[in-house]
């Protein structure tokens, strides 16, 4: 029973923070859906890619993929190149994700932008379980989305959507969670990596190379200085 109450506490808590989320993510993976089907893809394809892979670009990209030759080399370093940004997902939520026990495994896989934007930024509340409340929030993103795959992919004939500019939406969001993360960390010494090596290796590599560079830079950077700016944060 209150095992029962513990979860209803932590749902209640999550699902107002996946409000905006479920906008964006619904009218993004209807029209993941409409592709798929547009494209000639039986109807369950979208629905299991949206379950399994659970990566929106990916997933939009995939579609040329299947429809192109078989290039396993290609998929391989598309998917790392697109998806790289997760490694500074992960090492940001090493912490977060202590002590959730099983549910660490559905974190980890079910970790998607906007999830980990909510469950690394959110201020749960002190009476409700952190590891249910980050389990609610990804469930309920994975929902959203395979819910609107699934009624593309059905549907996908039937519905016309405009969904022109709304690609801007996602970044319009992530640049305010930047901004607020900005103003609420004191030392601000990641958010100025994240800003100056993309730069410098956009002046070194140029504009279709930067991309990688930048993240293994930042990779390394973050994990060589991880130490200090924990402890800055404990005092």
Known sequence: MQNQRSLKKAFRAAFPYTIPIFAGFWFLSLTYGILMNTSGFFFLYPIIMSITIYAGSMEFFAVSLLLGSFDPMKALLMTLMINARHLFYGISMLDKYKGTGLKKLYLIFGMCDESFSINYTADIPKD?????????????????????????????????????????????????????QWLKDSHRISGVLGIAVPLVCLF????????????????????????????????
Not at 210 to 223: D, E, H, Q, R
């Open 128 to 180: 409700v379980d952190s590891g249910w409340f980050m389990f609610f929030v990804t469930l309920l993103n994975h929902f959203y989305w395979v819910s609107g795959a699934t009624i593309g992919s059905i549907f996908g004939s039937f519905l016309h959507i405009n969904t022109k500019g709304l690609d801007f939406v996602m970044t319009a969001m992530f640049v305010v969670i930047f901004m607020e």
């Open 204 to 235: 070194v590599f140029g504009s279709e190379n930067f991309l990688i560079p930048s993240m293994i830079m930042l990779l390394a950077a973050l994990t060589l200085i991880r130490g200090r700016i924990e402890r800055r944060e404990q005092l």
